[in-house]
């Protein structure tokens, strides 16, 4: 297979991505702020040591399960063992290349999220320890094998498809194949809230009362279109409090823990959901579903020209993207671009909540509920106030607490022009 097409097509995807994300992403969500982020502002000095308790507890862990999930996914994509493992587990079903594929995905899969299962067990403990885990551990196994499910059979999905499309046109399959993982991107995140979220959680609509009506009339207020309120049983598992959107069109909803509208003030509640509306209202599911696709894309096109990349040819035990045995080595890179890409992905993923965080601001117009509200959720989640900059980069989808009340100083201080 010539390398210069997928090369080509690869520059155009990156740049494409780029422009977009220079375009679509809220690069200053609030024009003229200068934050000044200080976590002794606002939080005592016991406060701020039971965090850093807590996270210097977890934080070893999470490094050390991120780390040795890598070395096994490589361990079997970059040697002839995860082939062998492919080949093995389908020989009983007569070894066809879909059962190759789907049992492969499975059991790499398997094995990738088994070994740093114990470091997982770990984290659970220091959870429990600081009483942010509700689960026993037989609900918490029940989570880890939903899980594992989940993940492999959406992996399945996209990898029956792209290694039967590499079957029917060996050399032009990462073109078609970048163009059906980009639609099942698209077509998942639609269907997530509907497929996906009710394995893990029962929701339940809202009931009708003060707090309902409240919700739906911030909604007619913003013009945005919400026809029903979702509660979560989120207190199944944790503590936290917290609310979100999920899909697009009509599969978009927004979605409340049960531990938030138990425990909080309904103005506390008013300005999360003004949160969620600012994301409904600048559809930021579609647009990170459509950046997504495009990264996904871009992703299978990098496989091609990997896979066409003699040091990786010598070492992946499959002769291509048609033949089964190339799972493991997909999976592999996977997982190491998703921790290599994760950076610039939560970066985006930033701004686009402080966005949605100004959105709230301006619709409430109620900054002390908001700086309340905010060092309640950091003390009851137990907020990183001053991350680290690794586990920044790494792990923050969000501003943290100490950003978000800098930020509402700043909407204070320039409120009159807004
Ligand atoms: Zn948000």
């Known amino acids: 297979m010539s390398r210069r097409g997928p090369l080509v097509v690869l520059a155009l995807l990156l740049i494409v991505l780029a422009v977009a994300s220079a375009v679509v992403v809220p690069w200053s969500p609030l024009p003229g702020a200068d934050l000044q982020p200080d976590a002794e502002r606002d939080f005592t000095a016991a406060q701020i040591a039971r965090e850093v308790a807590f996270h210097d507890a977890l934080r070893p862990t999470s490094y050390a399960s991120l780390v040795l999930g890598l070395v096994v996914a490589s361990a079997l994509g970059l040697t002839r063992l995860g082939a062998r493992l492919v080949q093995a587990v389908a020989r009983p079903l007569g070894g066809g290349w879909v059962w190759q594929v789907v049992l492969g995905t499975l059991a790499v899969t398997v094995v990738v999220r088994l070994v740093p299962l114990p470091l997982r067990a770990r984290s659970e403990t220091v959870l429990r320890e600081y009483g942010l885990s509700t689960q026993t551990w ?73 707090l309902r009506t409240e919700v739906l009339d911030l909604a007619e207020r913003d013009g945005v279109p919400v026809d029903d309120v979702l509660v979560a049983d989120a207190s199944r598992r944790t503590t936290s409090l917290n609310a979100y959107v999920s899909g697009f069109g009509s599969s978009r909803r927004v979605v409340l823990y049960d531990t938030l509208v138990e425990q909080a003030t309904p103005e506390e509640v008013a300005l999360i959901v003004a949160h969620e509306l600012g994301h409904a209202d600048e559809d930021d599911v579609l647009v990170g579903t459509l950046l997504g696709a495009l990264g996904v894309a871009a992703a299978v096109v990098a496989l091609a020209v990997l896979l066409s990349w003699a040091p990786v040819r010598r070492r992946r035990g499959a002769d291509g993207m048609h033949d ?32 949605a965080d100004v959105h709230s601001l301006d619709l ?55």
């Open 324 to 355: 089964a045995r190339v799972v493991p080595l997909v999976l592999a890179l996977v997982a190491v671009g998703t921790v290599l890409v994760g950076p610039a992905s939560n970066l985006v993923s930033r701004r686009i909540e402080a966005r």
């Open 138 to 210: 037989g609900s918490w196994s029940l989570d880890v094998v939903r899980g594992v499910l989940v993940d492999a059979g959406l992996s399945a999905l996209a990898l029956v498809a792209l290694v039967g499309i590499a079957r029917v046109a060996r050399r032009t399959w990462w073109a078609w194949g970048a163009g059906a993982t980009a639609a099942l991107v698209v077509a998942g995140s639609f269907a997530y809230p509907l497929v996906v979220e009710p394995v893990f959680n029962d929701f339940r609509s809202l009931p009708p009362g003060p």
């Open 364 to 418: 409430t117009r109620d900054p002390q509920v908001f700086a309340d509200s905010q060092k309640r959720l950091a003390l009851s989640n137990l907020s990183d106030l001053e991350p680290h900059p690794l586990a920044y980069a790494l792990f923050a989808t969000h501003p943290t607490t100490t950003q978000r009340l800098a930020m509402v100083r700043e909407w204070e201080r320039l409120r009159d022009d807004r």
